[in-house]
């Protein structure tokens, strides 16, 4: 999960205690892994929703081309996590597919 930083600009930096933080909120069943994912693939829609409208902005002439070349790589960020992420979970999935019984 990425939130936004100051001003909704940037994405926040995600430390070490807040990846502790919801680790344990996940522990506890606060938050299930899949309200988590779904919110992680809303958050990667958003992202790129956002890249969409600044995009838009730029060709209208009422948006800096500053802010869309920043929303743009936030987005193809994002996009390479998700695929980073959706390879991991197959390529542990195929493993556990070839333990023995």
């Known amino acids: 999960m ?3 930083g100051p001003a909704g600009l940037a994405p926040a930096a995600v430390t070490p205690r807040a990846a502790a ?11 299930s892994f899949g309200a988590a994912l779904q919110q992680a693939v809303g958050d990667a829609v958003a992202q ?3 890249a969409e409208q600044q995009a838009q902005a730029a060709i209208t ?3 800096n081309i500053t802010e869309v070349v920043t929303a743009l790589a936030r987005a ?3 996009l390479q996590s998700a695929t980073a992420i959706r390879d991991r979970v197959v ?4 493993q556990i597919m070839r333990m023995p019984i």
């Open 2 to 4: 990425i939130s936004a």
């Open 21 to 31: 933080d919801a680790y344990q909120r996940t522990e506890s069943g606060e938050t």
């Open 48 to 50: 790129g929703h956002a």
């Open 61 to 63: 002439g009422t948006g």
């Open 76 to 78: 193809e960020l994002t």
């Open 91 to 94: 390529q542990a999935y195929q």
